[in-house]
Nanobody, 118 residues
Framework: QVQLVESGGRLVQAGGSLRLSCTAS????????LGWFRQTPGKERERVAA????????YYLDSVKDRFTIARDSVKDMVYLQMKDLKPEDTAVYYC???????????WGQGTQVTVSS
């Protein structure tokens, strides 16, 4: 059974840093894109960052460029989102994702709440 399990979300003050982790299990993800989306109430889920299986392709949402960094450990099938200089508008539920291409997501994690206080 495929599972994506996130951890690391919590309350943090504006300007602070946080690292989210996601453990993927149940199949090989070596050729999969792993990434992160986020969602706030009443809004569509938006992709924050993604990294291809070979690591050649990386994507960042414009509003998080230079503040967020995605990294993956292909041996452990883990993906991380290092976030710095957090802003209140980064407050959201963050979801780990996995898919065979950038456009397609096959698996989702359950989400982890990040709250940035001003």
């Amino acid at each position: 059974q495929v599972q994506l399990v996130e951890s690391g979300g919590r309350l943090v003050q504006a300007g602070g840093s946080l690292r989210l982790s996601c453990t993927a299990s149940g199949r090989s993800f070596s050729d999969y894109y792993l990434g992160w989306f986020r969602q706030t109430p009443g809004k569509e889920r938006e992709r924050v960052a993604a990294k291809s299986g070979k690591g050649a392709v990386r994507y960042y949402l414009d509003s998080v460029k230079d503040r967020f960094t995605i990294a993956r450990d292909s041996v452990k099938d883990m993906v991380y989102l290092q976030m710095k200089d957090l802003k209140p508008e980064d407050t959201a539920v963050y979801y780990c994702s996995a898919g065979p291409s950038f456009e397609k997501v096959d698996y989702w994690g359950q989400g982890t709440q990040v709250t940035v206080s001003s």
